[in-house]
């Protein structure tokens, strides 16, 4: 099965001669088919290739880098040629799927010991119709280091998918509470005028009167 392989490494100087040593130790791995840089920093290597062992690949480029990680692993579609737009992974939660070749609830007890105790691990599972796929949720898990270490203490081992798992955010929109707007109540006049406005009152020596501009001449409704 064609994978494409995306593996984050710290170049020190960051120059053409450590692109060129990273991309020329990826190319000699076993199952590689094409290799390249991307990334705005250059410092992602994508690798496709079929049966590559993308653990002993990211171990050796950790020897002469210090550090490199796995970002995504992903199955190469043939009725898919177009790019995928690369996403920020950084500082998310991934979901990991690991072939671990188990052949009793012992081993999958054990494998999923194993997961538990790995750094950042949130969930993990077993999955898959012959129940030898371990599924594990985490952030910042260390999908090399965990590998390995089941490859010593359960049997063969290989990463079969990384991907970014986005949080559950609940999408309740808040509701509409539009203030109730009071309106001025209406107001009847004996004198036969139905008006919903107060009459213009203005101040005069302490008193307050309705100028009356609305009210008929003979009304005899008057405010004191």
Known sequence: MKKKIVI?????????????????????????????????????????????????????????????????????????????????????????????HMTCDKCRKKALGIAATAHGVQSMGIEGEDREQLVVVGDGVDAINLTSCLRKKVGSTEIVTVEAVADAEDATEPENEAGAVAAWPQQWCPGGYYYSRPGAVYPYNGYCYDDGSHFRQDSWCTIM
């Open 8 to 100: 984050k490494v710290l170049m020190k100087c960051e120059c053409d001669k450590c692109r060129k040593k990273a991309l020329g130790i990826a190319a000699s791995a076993h199952g590689v088919i094409s290799v390249g840089i991307t990334g705005d920093a250059k410092d992602r290597l994508e690798v496709v290739g079929d049966g590559v062992d993308s653990v002993c690949l990211v171990r050796c480029l950790r020897r002469k880098f210090c550090h490199a990680e796995i970002v995504q692993v992903e199955e190469v579609k043939e009725n898919k040629p177009e790019k995928k737009p690369e996403k920020k992974t950084e500082e998310t939660k991934q979901k990991i799927v690991i072939k671990v």
